[in-house]
């Protein structure tokens, strides 16, 4: 479970500092952009972003639809006042919100999200939500992280754990799907898959980033806002962690530095009238 007070302080807080380590974040959202429609794109349309962050894929969509109204929506109060401030555009509307809360009381052309599922608690939910306010031809594109996310981190942390005799049950992090599990996920919740026509598209990569250190590579988890906000407790003794960076250190180095493995998934699901 996510503790979303805790994700929005820590995002808020390192709001001025994302753009600088969010360079997978940036990827995946030119990733996205390759996901949009070609066609029509200086129509008029109604366009919903979810965690909008700093507002990098907002700017995205913003060049590329110039007609387009868009309502950029993020928990974090700091990420928005940054998006505001990146991102004069009086057709773009900023809302901070938790999107698992919000109503939605307009229907949209487009529906996007970057680097966001991953810190919502009821991905179900939200997907039929969503899904319920797209236009007869619209389209809900969405990227995430996925189950091989940071297995170098975890591989270590397990690996600390049986070599110290730890027996609690904790985790680093998170804990992602793969593509065909969320993939079925997207199926069993989309309410119209049997009644209408619907298009799935599915997309994985791996990203990978080098650090000097292993500490190097934690900074900069914390630097995004984006350390574990499970209300789940994991280990924090100093000699655990003394551990688990030597073990990282020594398994996961080689010529480039301490590798992190960023498993990227990306979605499309469109309606066709």
Same mark, same amino acid.
């Given at each position: 479970?996510?503790?979303?007070?805790?994700?929005?302080?820590?995002?808020?807080?390192?709001?001025?500092?994302?753009?600088?380590?969010?360079?997978?974040?940036?990827?995946?959202?030119?990733?996205?952009?390759?996901?949009?429609?070609?066609?029509?794109?200086?129509?008029?349309?109604?366009?919903?972003?979810?965690?909008?962050?700093?507002?990098?894929? #907002?700017?995205?969509?913003?060049?590329?639809?110039?007609?387009?109204?868009? #309502?950029?929506?993020?928990?974090?109060?700091?990420?928005?006042?940054?998006?505001?401030?990146?991102?004069?555009?009086?057709?773009?509307?900023?809302?901070? &919100?938790?999107?698992?809360?919000?109503?939605?009381?307009?229907?949209?052309?487009?529906?996007?999200?970057?680097?966001?599922?991953?810190?919502?608690?009821?991905?179900?939910?939200?997907?039929?939500?969503?899904?319920?306010?797209?236009?007869?031809?619209?389209?809900?594109?969405?990227?995430?992280?996925?189950?091989?996310?940071?297995?170098?981190?975890?591989?270590?942390?397990?690996?600390?754990?049986?070599?110290?005799?730890?027996?609690?049950?904790?985790?680093?992090?998170?804990?992602?799907?793969?593509?065909?599990?969320?993939?079925?996920?997207?199926?069993?919740?989309?309410?119209?898959?049997?009644?209408?026509?619907?298009?799935? &598209?599915?997309?994985?990569?791996?990203?990978?980033?080098?650090?000097?250190?292993?500490?190097?590579?934690?900074?900069?988890?914390?630097?995004?806002?984006?350390?574990?906000?499970?209300?789940?407790?994991?280990?924090?003794?100093?000699?655990?962690?003394?551990?688990?960076?030597?073990?990282?250190? #020594?398994?996961?180095?080689?010529?480039?530095?301490?590798?992190?493995?960023?498993?990227?998934?990306?979605?499309?699901?469109?309606?066709?009238?």
């Amino acid at each position: 479970m996510i503790d979303k007070r805790l994700l929005s302080k820590r995002f808020s807080e390192h709001a001025q500092t994302y753009d600088a380590y969010a360079n997978v974040q940036k990827n995946m959202a030119k990733q996205l952009v390759d996901l949009l429609p070609q066609k029509n794109t200086n129509h008029k349309m109604n366009i919903l972003e979810i965690g909008c962050g700093t507002g990098y894929l #907002t700017r995205l969509l913003v060049k590329t639809f110039p007609n387009a109204a868009i #309502t950029a929506v993020d928990l974090a109060p700091g990420m928005v006042e940054v998006a505001k401030g990146l991102t004069k555009e009086d057709r773009v509307t900023f809302l901070c &919100t938790d999107i698992e809360e919000m109503a939605l009381n307009e229907n949209y052309d487009l529906i996007i999200s970057n680097a966001t599922f991953q810190w919502l608690n009821d991905i179900p939910a939200t997907l039929v939500k969503l899904f319920t306010r797209l236009t007869a031809e619209g389209s809900l594109i969405f990227s995430t992280f996925g189950i091989d996310t940071f297995q170098e981190l975890h591989r270590s942390y397990e690996q600390a754990k049986e070599k110290l005799q730890l027996s609690m049950d904790s985790s680093p992090g998170q804990t992602f799907y793969t593509l065909e599990e969320l993939s079925q996920v997207c199926e069993a919740a989309i309410p119209y898959l049997a009644a209408a026509p619907i298009e799935i &598209t599915k997309i994985e990569k791996l990203e990978l980033e080098y650090f000097q250190t292993v500490r190097e590579f934690f900074t900069s988890i914390k630097k995004i806002g984006a350390a574990n906000s499970n209300k789940e407790n994991y280990c924090q003794r100093p000699s655990f962690f003394r551990e688990l960076i030597n073990i990282y250190d #020594t398994e996961y180095r080689n010529d480039s530095g301490v590798k992190a493995t960023y498993h990227c998934l990306f979605f499309k699901i469109k309606k066709h009238d």
